[in-house]
């Protein structure tokens, strides 16, 4: 009988536990906050770009693949670790901008990380620095990791002072100092970007439809 109640006891309390858990308290321990709430584009400013090109639909930030331009954070941020996910289509083209400045040329006057199908065949004889994961137009990835097109990707970002980390589904795609880049005198004349300190987080509409999801940012020191 007293093993019964035990039981009984354990039973409710689990269940208290569990029907109070949250699982934001996890991401707050990590210090780690949504950066989409899947609602609408609440915290984001639509650039270089029409308001049509970006919807929320069933809880993903999508780009329609109309047009150009991009969508990026209203808060500027500087050293931070971003963690998203993104799906392609088959052939498809996108990025995520890192300390990007509100116009411009983005990949030149910020720094984009590239997102692509790499092994469609329209993209065989791209230049090394490319392909998903690239800081593009400067480093290549270290490693192809990329899902067949239609999959969900889970990619980390950490941009910590001058050193970048990006890795897609558990595999390290660069390890980069960014002043290293630099001291190539035509990186650093293409590049000016690579000297900020801040910016926005951007995504790309790069003329096809590429979805997002589970977008969260943590400041770092």
């Known amino acids: 009988m007293r093993i ?3 039981l009984l006891l354990l039973s409710a309390l689990l269940g208290s536990s569990l029907a109070s858990f949250d699982p934001s308290d996890v991401e707050r ?3 780690f906050g949504p950066l989409f709430n899947g609602k609408d584009l609440e915290g984001w400013k639509i650039r270089a770009s029409k308001e049509e090109n970006w919807i929320v639909d069933g809880g993903l930030l999508v780009c329609t693949g ?13 050293n931070f670790e971003l963690l998203l996910q993104y799906r392609l289509p088959a052939a498809g083209n996108s990025g995520v901008y ?10 030149r006057l910020g720094m984009e990380i590239q997102l692509l199908d790499d092994e469609h065949p329209k993209y065989a004889k ?33 941009l910590d002072c001058r050193r970048l980390v990006v890795r897609l589904n558990g595999k390290q795609l660069q390890n980069t100092d960014l002043d290293a880049c630099l001291k190539d005198p035509v990186i650093a004349k293409e590049h000016p970007g690579l000297t900020r300190t801040k910016g926005f987080i951007g995504l790309q509409n790069h003329h096809d439809r590429v979805e ?3 977008l969260r940012v943590k400041a770092l020191p």
């Open 98 to 107: 890192l300390r990007a400045p509100g116009e411009g040329w983005i990949s």
């Open 212 to 214: 997002f999801r589970d």
């Open 66 to 78: 109309k047009g150009s331009g991009w969508v990026g954070t209203e808060k500027e941020y500087a």
């Open 4 to 6: 019964a109640y035990a």
């Open 126 to 158: 791209l230049d090394f620095f490319q392909y998903t994961g690239a800081l593009y137009h400067v480093v290549a990835p270290q490693q192809r990791a990329s899902k067949p097109a239609g999959q969900w990707n889970d990619m980390s970002i950490r």
């Open 29 to 31: 321990a990590d210090g």
